[in-house]
């Protein structure tokens, strides 16, 4: 069986040699005496052309033939010049494999995005998806080539923890209890002694606090797997699971911080453009007009860096044109993300050294006393996609923080010991994975870049 991919690569090998290929049916044409097939076999963004003629003994069958059948061809691959497509094969035989049903959904004509999530176990055989899920393969591979070829070491952190890293309390919970009918304690609570693990446990948020551990292990770490969040956020880059690259460094700080996540964003750019070349002219042409002109002047440009001070200071100039109040200590909202990387400064910025009172309690305390050595990159169109910092390795001013926030530091004992022995400076962030092949399609909504999303009241599949 040859595949299609090798047949478009290096077609010259395959010319007027009989071959057989096999895949599913995209179209069929026929008229009395012959008829075209469109094949895709899933190993190509294109399809493959199958003529057949009245000469094959299930001439009849084959023109009728529901889209989606699977079918094996045997047949001369020849070249069609001055046709739309480079080259066709001519049919000796068609064997249906799998016939499809003809109330098959994806028919030739245009679907709405939110009509083909409703089968997302189908939508994969459609152009788009098919560009989408390939170029999300591609952003994965090449996410672990740029770590791995720089000497960091990957590793697993653990899905079921019993800290909540970010501090935000947006954990999924994990219990085996029957909670209306479990026994309470004097104080109403659920007794989680009683539970599985012995303690309450929850889905993790972030990966970064075993990360860190490894860092002062490894020196140069990455974590990248599925993270969960219970926000009832229902936006469009919002995702209850989503996959996160977590990268931790040692002996780095927030520059070193930066200088690595522009390194990785700028690596995993070219690479998919290079490994997917027709995908990204599909997204270029249908989706996102201006993708690759966008993409290449990354790659070639250098991130903007400027203060949480700074940016507020061009936000309270133009105040009056954001819903959201601007100033200082407030949260940056996606009206003024969007404004600073597509008004201002039309390429990807990072903004640092935020107030420490939005930011997690791990984050490097600065000298001023209010702001912490945070950096979120955000992106011309998808707004933040990387969240980082320096961490705190200073034991008492850590301490103090989670104090002044009221956390319960029994559980993040061996957290704080990582101060203890040999706790040098380090460093890391967070690249939201959907975030990023957002970005690198531009397609508009998370729900769209995961294969089987689940976000609030939803998980159908
Ligand atoms: O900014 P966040 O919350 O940072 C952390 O979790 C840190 N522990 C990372 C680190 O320093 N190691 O999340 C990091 C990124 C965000 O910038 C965003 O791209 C993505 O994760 N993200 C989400 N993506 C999809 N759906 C959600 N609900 C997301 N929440 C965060
Ligand atoms: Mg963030």
Redesign the pocket.
Known sequence: NTLIKDIYRNPDKYYDTEIQVSGWVRTVRASKKFGFIELNDGTFFKNLQIVFEETLENFKEISKLPVSSAIIVKGILVETPNTKQPFEIKAKEVILDAESNSDYPLQKKRHTFEYLRSIAHLRPRSNTFSAVFRVRSLAAYAIHKFFQERGFVYVHTPIITASD??GAGEMFRVTTLDLENTPKTDDGKVDYSKDFFGKDANLT??G?LE?EAYALAFRKVYTFGPTF?A?NSNTK????E?W?V?P?IAFAGLKEDMELAEDMMKYIIKYVMENAPEEMEFFNKFIDKGLIERLENIVNSDFERITYTEAMKILEKNKNKFEYPVEWGADLQTEHEKYLTDKVFKKPVFVTDYPKDIK?FYMRLNDDNKTVAAM?LLAPGVG??????QREERLDVLERRMKELEMNDEDLWWYLELRKYGGTKHA?????F??AVMYLTGMDN?RDVIPFPRTPKNVEF
């Open positions: 890293a970010e948020v972030s970064q990360a969040r926000e880059r919002h995702a209850s989503f996160m977590e931790e997690a979120d933040e996609i990387i969240g980082g910092s890391g962030f967070g690249l939201g959907e975030r998370i």
